[in-house]
């Protein structure tokens, strides 16, 4: 069975163990997902399954969209994505938190949060000017980034200001510590990227 489900990040609480000693725990809504679509190396090159998750009213999903779920005689659902798996599975498998279990390990990927335009400091925790010695606008700003003639220019992906966030993230090898199945929720030890309401992909963690 495939180890990878779509979700919706809840919020961050606290769970508690035998000795009293306080966990951060995220909570992530983690399926129902279907399987939209299974896509095999004769036919596409590549073995893989696409999950669909979040069912939602047919007139915010364009035709194409609608057609593709239609074919599998599924629910018009909002996010569609692949897992690369050779897992056998058939469209329209119905999968829930139940793929995982309380101590395994797994890799979450989001989108974290935008923050706009920052400066060096922010952004690449640059250690900024000097505090002293008649200095008075150098304290955050990211210094020289090139030499004088040779080359002559600033090497493109030279860190400096610039957009901030707003990036794809894998946090890897996060423990499970909450399977409910009945209200679809999965908590895992850490901090997922994102906020709440951000859609999370969840797998089996490459490093065990």
Not at 201 to 207: G, T, Y
């Amino acid at each position: 069975m495939l180890k990878g489900l779509i979700g919706k990040k809840v919020g961050m609480t606290q769970i508690f163990d035998e000795q009293g000693v306080a966990y951060p725990v995220t909570i992530i809504e983690a399926g129902p997902c279907y399987v939209t679509q299974v896509r095999v190396q004769e036919k596409e090159g590549y073995s893989a399954i696409q999950l669909g998750f979040g069912e939602t009213h047919p007139k915010k999903l364009s035709s194409g969209e609608l057609g593709h779920l239609k074919a599998g005689q599924l629910p018009p659902m909002r996010f569609l994505r692949e897992f690369r798996s050779k897992e056998s599975a058939s469209v329209g498998d119905k999968l829930t938190v139940d793929a995982f279990a309380v101590g395994e390990r797994v890799d979450v990927i989001g989108t974290s949060k935008g923050k706009g335009f920052a400066g060096a400091v922010k952004r690449h925790h640059f250690a900024g000017g000097k505090k002293t010695h008649g200095q008075s606008d150098r304290h955050r700003a990211p210094g020289s980034r090139s030499s004088g003639t040779t080359p002559g220019r600033v090497f493109k992906n030279s860190r400096g200001a610039g957009h901030m966030g707003d990036d794809r993230v894998t946090v890897q090898a996060l423990k499970v510590v909450l399977v409910d199945n009945e209200r679809n929720l999965l908590g895992v030890h850490g901090a997922v990227p994102g906020g709440k309401g951000g859609i999370v992909v969840i797998k089996e963690a490459r490093k065990q």
